[in-house]
C-alpha cells in the first residue's frame, strides 16, 4: 500500500534561507508520527507543503498519492484535518455556529456536529456561548473538533496541547490515539517532547530544516546511545554499606539523590548484568529503578551531533 505522505528530497527556499532543506520522509495509514524541533526548525513550514499552501523549491511531495498543489488540491483537502498552531475563531460566534461555518466550508453535513462536539468533550451549554467567552481548553477543544470535520484520513496537529492542563492534555491524546487505532495518519508539532513518550509511533527531529534523526523512541534510544540509570532506594541503616557494596563492584562511587535513593550511570549494553549483580548483593533495597534517557536528552543529543558535524 502506498504511504499516505511521501516527501522527497523536499526543500523550500525563502531568497537565500532555506525553512525546509532536503527532507525525505514517508507515513503510512495509521502512524501517529512527532516533528520536533526548535522554533524555526521548519515544521510548520513542512506543514504549509504537505497542505498544498506553499510549493517546493526542490523535490516532491504526494499527500494520499497526489501533488496538494496540484489539480488534486482540493479533493485532497477535504479529506485532510488542521489544527493550527494559533487557532482563531470569531468570538461572536458560538462553539456550534462556527463548527457548522467550518462545516460547510469544508462541504460536509453539519447533523453530526454534536456528535463531534461530544466526542471533543465540549459541553452541550458552552456550545450555545460565543467564543469570546471560552477558556483556551475550550477553544483547542473546538479547534479539533473542527480538524475532525468529515472523518479526515490525514491529521496535522500543530503544538496542539500548548496552554492545556494535564487532564485535557491526557483526553487529547485519547482521541489522538482513537483517531490512529480507526486508521488515520496523524502527524504532530511539538515543542513538548515529554508528554510524546507513549503517543508517537515515530519521532522526526528536525533542525535549521533539515530531518537530523527519524525512528521509534526505542530506535532513537539505541542510536543516540545514551546511559542509563539505575536507581536504588535504600532504607536510611543501609545506605553507607549499600555506597560500599557498589563501589566494591564496580569500582566507583554511585550518586545520592534526595529520598534515600543511590544512582548508578551505565551503558545501555551494560545493565542487564549490573542488575543481576546488584540483586546479588547483601544490603537489603526498598525498590530498583531503571531510567532510560528522556526524549529531551535524546533530542539534545542529535542537535549537539548535528551542531559538531
Ligand atoms: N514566508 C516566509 N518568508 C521568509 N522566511 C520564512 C517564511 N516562513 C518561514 N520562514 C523561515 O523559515 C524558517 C522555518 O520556520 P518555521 O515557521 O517553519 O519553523 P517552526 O519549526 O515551525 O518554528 P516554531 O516552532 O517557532 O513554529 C524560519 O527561519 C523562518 O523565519
Do not use: W
Request: glycine share 12%; proline share 4%.
Amino acid at each position: 500500500m502506498s504511504p499516505t505522505i511521501e516527501v522527497s528530497g523536499v526543500s523550500k527556499r525563502y531568497g537565500d534561507q532555506y525553512a525546509v532543506r532536503d527532507v525525505t520522509v514517508a507515513l503510512g495509514a495509521g502512524e501517529c508520527v512527532a516533528l520536533v524541533g526548535h522554533n524555526g526548525a521548519g515544521k510548520s513550514s513542512l506543514i504549509k507543503l504537505l497542505l498544498g499552501l506553499t510549493t517546493p523549491t526542490g523535490g516532491t511531495i504526494r499527500v494520499l498519492g497526489e501533488d496538494p498543489a496540484g489539480n488534486a488540491a482540493a479533493r485532497i483537502r477535504r479529506q485532510i484535518g488542521y489544527l493550527p498552531e494559533n487557532v482563531a475563531f470569531h468570538p461572536a460566534m458560538t462553539g456550534r455556529e462556527s463548527l457548522d461555518f467550518y462545516a460547510r466550508l469544508k462541504r460536509v453535513p453539519t447533523c453530526c456536529n454534536d456528535a463531534l462536539l461530544d466526542r471533543v468533550g465540549l459541553e452541550t451549554g458552552a456550545r450555545k456561548h460565543r467564543i469570546g467567552t471560552y477558556s483556551k481548553g475550550m477553544r483547542q477543544r473546538l479547534g479539533l473538533a473542527q480538524a475532525l470535520l468529515g472523518d479526515p484520513k490525514l491529521l496535522f496537529l500543530d503544538e496542539p496541547t500548548t496552554g492545556l492542563d494535564p487532564a485535557l492534555r491526557q483526553g487529547f491524546y485519547r482521541i489522538i490515539g482513537d483517531l490512529r487505532d480507526a486508521g488515520t495518519t496523524v502527524l504532530l508539532c511539538s515543542h513538548a517532547l515529554t508528554e510524546l513518550e507513549g503517543q508517537a509511533d515515530r519521532v522526526i527531529v528536525m533542525n535549521r530544516g533539515r530531518k537530523v534523526a527519524e525512528g521509534s523512541l526505542a530506535t532513537l534510544r539505541s542510536l543516540a546511545q545514551l546511559p542509563v540509570r539505575i536507581r536504588l532506594t535504600v532504607p536510611d541503616t543501609g545506605f553507607a554499606a549499600l555506597e560500599g557494596e557498589l563501589t566494591g563492584i564496580f569500582g566507583r562511587t554511585a550518586t545520592r539523590l534526595a529520598g534515600g535513593v543511590v544512582e548508578l550511570v551505565c551503558a545501555n549494553d551494560d545493565k542487564l548484568d549490573i542488575v543481576r549483580r546488584i540483586a546479588g548483593i547483601g544490603t537489603p533495597l526498598d525498590d530498583m529503578e531503571i531510567v532510560q534517557p528522556s526524549l529531551d536528552e535524546m533530542y539534545a543529543h542529535f542537535l549537539r551531533q548535528e551542531a559538531a558535524q
